[in-house]
């Protein structure tokens, strides 16, 4: 439940219909690029969705496998922040185009996880306990969610550079 919790956390500060469009703008993104990011991001959790469900029924050890699909969007996170904490947008012209390509590489990084994260839990919880799993998943997700949105907006209400 901690990883759900963490996750909403997390969603609070990259928002696809407000955080990740505000932050594209702020690097020069024309608007067309940024109110696209909802679509896109739909569009590319769903590019590998199937492929990877018809090549993931056939894992053998899907806890290994859950592990290391996560480890994309981990590495794919942290070159991400990494990035943006040590080079410094305002000078770099293209800085908006790094950002839209990482957000790509994350969205269908989500798009790889998502059908074998989706057969680790039909594997390893008990259909008659699955309803009280996702409800208590959610629960902390949306948790995690509400606290973030309220730290977001204490730190957005600030002088702090984006």
Known sequence: ?????????????????AIVPLFLRELG??????????GLFSILIALP?????????NIRN??????LVHGIILIIS????????????AHVQT???????????YAFSIG???PIWADFLNQSTLKSERGKFFGLGFACNSIGSFIGGF????????????
């Open 151 to 162: 730290i977001l907006r204490y730190l957005l209400s600030y002088d702090l550079p984006f």
């Open 62 to 67: 899907i806890k290994r496998a859950v592990i």
């Open 29 to 38: 993104a024309p608007e067309s690029i940024a109110v696209s990011t909802a």
């Open 78 to 89: 942290f070159i991400m922040g990494f990035t943006f904490t040590i080079f410094d947008p």
């Open 49 to 57: 969705t199937l492929l990877i469900a018809a090549l993931g029924r």
């Open 1 to 17: 439940m901690l990883h759900e919790f963490c996750w909403g956390f997390g969603v609070a500060f990259h928002t696809l219909y």
């Open 95 to 105: 800085a908006w185009k790094v950002y839209f390509i990482y957000f790509m590489l």
């Open 112 to 114: 790889i996880i998502v």
